[in-house]
C-alpha cells in the first residue's frame, strides 16, 4: 500500500495553483508568437514535467484547516476560464491557419496545447460548474462548450454524483472494462442520461433546455474553426477538442475504475463515501490539475473550493499507486493497467465498510 509522502509542500497552497496552472498557457502563447523552443518547452511541460517533478520530490499539500475560505480561488479560475477561451481559437489557427510555423511545430503544438487544455481546462471548467456564482457556471459551460463536451456541464451534476459507482453512471468504469470501451460508452451514455435529467426538470420549471445551448454552441465553435483556417481549422478544432475530451474521460475512468456502491436491504446503493473514488497525494500534478486528484472528497463535498479538498488517508480510500496523469498514461496500455489494478480493486472490493464494521463491533 502507497505511504504518504514524507514532507510537506513549503509553497503556499494558491501559489502552488496559480503558478502550476497558469504557465503553460504562457508557454502556448509563447510557442505561438515565437516558436521554436518555446512550442517543445509548452510539449515538454504538460507531457514530462509534471510527471518527474512528481517523482523527483516527495512533497504534499497538508490538509486546509476546517473552514478555511480561499478569496482568490475562484479568481484563479475565471483567469483561467477566460484564458482558456481565448488560447483555444488560437491554437487552432496557429496549428492550421496561416501562422507560419513549421510543420513539426504545429503537430508538437497540438500535443502540448491539446494537453493543456484536456489536463488544465477541464479540471477548472470543473471547478467552475461546481460554483455557486451563476457567472462562474456559465463561463464553466462555455469552457465545455469549446471542447464540443458542453453536455458534461448537466450530466456531471445531475447524473454522475448522484449515481457514481452505480451501473447507472456512464462515467464509473467497470472492473476489466479497457478504456477504449470506456470512452465511448461514457461519452454518448453521458450525453444521453444528461439530457433524460435536463429534460426532466425542463417540463417542471419550462425555459429553455440547456442542450440547446450545447449543441448550438459547439457548432457556432466549428464554425469559428472554419473562419480561423478553412475546412482545416474546422477540423483541427474538432481533433483539438476531441483529444482534450478524451483526456477528461481519461481521468474519470481512472478516478473510478472498478469501484462499485453495495446494495442497502431495500436495493438502494450505499451512501457515496471516501472508498468509491481513487486519489492520488502527488503535489504538483494536484497544482496543474486544481487538486482533481483529491476525488473522493470532491464527491463528499461538491461544493468545497478545491483548495480545500482534503487527501483521505490510505486505509480509508483507495490510492492510485502513481500520479493521475501517469496512472492515465498506464491505462491506455489495458494489460499493464489490469495488472496493475487487479490486487488494488480486490483488496477495496473485499474490504468491510463503516457499516461492517459498525455492525461487528455491535455485535
Request: glycine share 10%; proline share 9%; charged share 15%.
Amino acid at each position: 500500500m502507497m505511504q504518504v509522502p514524507p514532507r510537506f509542500l513549503p509553497l503556499p497552497r494558491m501559489a502552488l495553483f496559480a503558478i502550476a496552472a497558469t504557465t503553460p498557457f504562457l508557454l502556448l502563447a509563447l510557442g505561438v508568437w515565437a516558436g521554436g523552443g518555446w512550442v517543445w518547452l509548452g510539449l515538454g511541460y504538460m507531457a514530462g514535467l509534471t510527471a518527474l517533478l512528481d517523482r523527483l520530490i516527495p512533497w504534499v499539500a497538508p490538509d486546509a484547516p476546517e473552514g478555511a475560505e480561499f478569496p482568490a480561488a475562484d479568481r484563479l479560475l475565471a483567469l483561467i476560464g477566460t484564458a482558456h477561451l481565448l488560447a483555444f481559437p488560437l491554437a487552432v489557427w496557429a496549428i492550421a491557419g496561416d501562422s507560419g510555423l513549421p510543420l513539426w511545430a504545429r503537430i508538437a503544438l497540438f500535443l502540448g496545447s491539446g494537453q493543456l487544455f484536456g489536463q488544465v481546462s477541464n479540471p477548472a471548467a470543473h471547478e467552475l460548474i461546481h460554483r455557486g456564482d451563476r457567472r462562474l457556471f456559465r463561463l464553466g459551460m462555455a469552457v465545455y462548450v469549446t471542447l464540443l463536451n458542453g453536455h458534461h456541464t448537466s450530466a456531471h451534476r445531475l447524473v454522475h454524483h448522484r449515481h457514481v459507482a452505480t451501473p447507472e453512471d456512464p462515467n464509473s468504469a467497470r472492473d476489466d472494462e479497457s478504456f477504449y470501451q470506456f470512452l465511448p460508452r461514457a461519452y454518448f451514455g453521458s450525453f444521453r442520461a444528461g439530457l433524460r435529467a435536463e429534460t426532466a426538470r425542463w417540463k417542471q420549471t419550462g425555459g429553455l433546455n440547456p442542450y440547446v445551448i450545447y449543441v448550438a454552441g459547439g457548432l457556432a465553435c466549428l464554425g469559428l474553426g472554419a473562419v480561423l483556417a478553412g475546412w482545416a481549422g474546422l477540423f483541427v478544432w474538432l481533433l483539438l477538442a476531441g483529444y482534450a475530451t478524451a483526456q477528461l474521460m481519461l481521468s474519470d475512468y481512472v478516478q473510478h475504475y472498478g469501484l462499485r456502491r453495495r446494495l442497502l436491504p431495500d436495493g438502494r446503493p450505499e451512501p457515496v463515501g471516501p472508498r468509491h473514488s481513487w486519489n492520488a497525494p502527488h503535489w504538483f500534478s494536484s497544482g496543474v490539475m486544481l487538486n482533481a486528484p483529491r476525488h473522493s472528497d470532491h464527491h463528499a463535498h461538491p461544493a468545497r473550493p478545491y483548495p480545500a479538498l482534503r487527501l483521505p488517508e490510505p486505509d480509508e480510500a483507495p490510492w492510485l499507486p502513481y500520479s493521475l496523469p501517469v496512472c492515465g498514461a498506464i491505462a491506455l496500455m489495458p494489460r499493464r493497467w489490469r495488472r496493475m489494478m487487479k490486487p488494488r480493486l480486490a483488496h477495496w472490493q473485499a474490504a468491510p465498510t463503516h457499516d461492517d464494521q459498525a455492525g461487528v463491533t455491535g455485535a
